[in-house]
């Protein structure tokens, strides 16, 4: 059925600054880039246009912080000079965010990662000295895990017993929330290397991911 305004599964009791914080994990933060590529990956474009309605500028978060930082720039002939917004405005805009992205993901390049988190930062930068290139960022983080795939830090390394994603998430959370105070805790049954699972395994089925 078609949605509007008035459906009740699109009315929430939430507002964005009720967020504590974001973790995207291996994102297309740009759709709309990554469209030829994800061609050439095997996906159908016509899957692509169906997931998202044939637009792709609209979920694409780069795409929409641009023309975010487009909205908000005044006129000026110094293109130097950057939007000047307040603390409260800026948690208004987004929570506190860290991206994490395997540098060696052959099916979302982590330059998108890259490209987002600087987009980001040029959101929320106050402008502090018009000669230096020195700026105020909140809290935007990016964490790049070399020789990681697409699935490395979702699948098989925990599954090979490295929780080094769930201890980042762990961390992140230690900064938003409060009563996280005790360390991560590698030792319980779930964070251990799960031995039903041989490692030659793992291996062969990680050399056959297509992601």
């Given at each position: 059925?078609?949605?509007?305004?008035?459906?009740?599964?699109?009315?929430?009791?939430?507002?964005?600054?009720?967020?504590?914080?974001?973790?995207?994990?291996?994102?297309?933060?740009?759709?709309?880039?990554?469209?030829?590529?994800?061609?050439?990956?095997?996906?159908?474009?016509?899957?692509?246009?169906?997931?998202?309605?044939?637009?792709?500028?609209?979920?694409?978060?780069?795409?929409?912080?641009?023309?975010?930082?487009?909205?908000?720039?005044?006129?000026?002939?110094?293109?130097?000079?950057?939007?000047?917004?307040?603390?409260?405005?800026?948690?208004?805009?987004?929570?506190?965010?860290?991206?994490?992205h395997g540098a060696n993901d052959a099916t979302v390049p982590c330059?998108?990662?890259?490209?987002?988190?600087?987009?980001?930062?040029?959101?929320?930068?106050?402008?502090?000295d018009r000669q230096q290139s020195s700026f105020f960022v909140p809290?935007?983080?990016?964490?790049?895990?070399?020789?990681?795939?697409?699935?490395?830090?979702?699948?098989?390394?925990?599954?090979?017993?490295?929780?080094?994603?769930?201890?980042?998430i762990y961390k992140a959370c230690q900064k938003w929330c409060e009563?996280?105070?005790?360390?991560?805790?590698?030792?319980?049954?779930?964070?251990?290397?799960?031995?039903?699972?041989?490692?030659?395994?793992?291996?062969?089925?990680?050399?056959?991911?297509?992601?």
């Open positions: 059925p078609h949605l509007t305004e008035e459906t009740p599964l699109l009315r929430s009791w939430w507002k964005p600054t009720d967020l504590r914080g974001f973790i995207p994990i291996s994102c297309p933060f740009n759709l709309l880039l990554l469209y030829t590529h994800f061609k050439k990956r095997g996906l159908d474009y016509r899957i692509l246009d169906w997931i998202f309605q044939s637009n792709l500028e609209k979920y694409s978060p780069s795409i929409i912080l641009d023309q975010l930082r487009l909205r908000l720039t005044p006129p000026t002939e110094n293109h130097n000079v950057t939007v000047e917004l307040h603390n409260e405005h800026q948690k208004y805009y987004f929570p506190p965010t860290t991206i994490i330059q998108v990662s890259h490209d987002f988190h600087r987009a980001l930062r040029l959101i929320f930068t106050l402008k502090q809290e935007v983080d990016l964490i790049v895990y070399e020789s990681m795939t697409h699935t490395d830090p979702i699948l098989e390394k925990p599954f090979a017993g490295d929780q080094q994603l769930h201890k980042d009563g996280l105070d005790e360390d991560f805790d590698e030792t319980i049954p779930s964070c251990q290397r799960v031995t039903a699972l041989p490692q030659l395994f793992i291996d062969v089925a990680r050399s056959c991911n297509p992601f």
